[in-house]
């Protein structure tokens, strides 16, 4: 174990732990982040097992608690290393955290994918294709041809299609049908351009997330939709976001976003 800050330049990043299981076997990641996931997160991880082949798993894990990120737990099921932010910061902190670590090990392509079991990891390939083929922003949509949006709660679907992706997609330019969706693609060469410099401190929750998904478009990089699937638990609320303070934050974010607030 080495513990440092992993930093580039002017890169603004937390501090953190780095557990590294193995070497580097593959040009393309899987960026996870979470915390205190437990046995879903357990389960995702032993799932994606029989994607190692494809890509290397990182775990951008924000400071864990309940045992879920076991160092001997990821060893065994062939995750690659372990990042343990050790300072202040939420979503947006782990996946910089990530991505620049990520970027330092040479990865050409990263993939991120959220911590909690909902999603459908079969969609991995396609993102490794999508990213092989050129494209610099792949995002994940359960809204299009082929996706499956599955028990989504009504709140969260009219806030996506009515509010979010609507507001994001005037300022893209183009029609982004899942802007909240955190299963993305990422090229090595879309994080590191000049015009949009994701190693921020501004970037603490979701904004890197929702700036992300179309900054891309912004600058005429390439960029595309494919189809994903995401499955709540039946008759549960979500967790993350809830109640009015936090679909107040997240709609003055999809506005802070969708008015450059965050472009360099």
Known sequence: M?????NNKDWQLPSSDIFEFKKRTSQYCLCIPVINE?????KQIQ???KHTDLVDIIIAD????DGSTDKNFLKSNGVRTLLVKTSSGRQ???LRMAFAYALNQGYVGIITVDGNGKDGIDAIPAFVKALQEGYDCVAGSRFIQGGKAINTPTSRLIGIRFIGSPLLS???KKWWSDVTNGFMGYSRNYLLHPDVLPFRDIFVGYELLFYLDIRASQLGLKSKEIPVSRQYPKNTIPTKINGWKG???VLKT???VGTGYYNP
């Open 170 to 172: 005037l300022a893209a």
């Open 254 to 256: 999809f506005i802070k």
């Open 92 to 94: 947006g902190t782990q």
């Open 247 to 249: 679909n107040l934050a």
């Open 2 to 6: 080495k513990r440092n800050i992993i």
């Open 47 to 49: 799932q994606l097992k």
């Open 62 to 65: 924000g400071g864990s608690t």
């Open 38 to 42: 437990g046995k879903k997160f357990q």
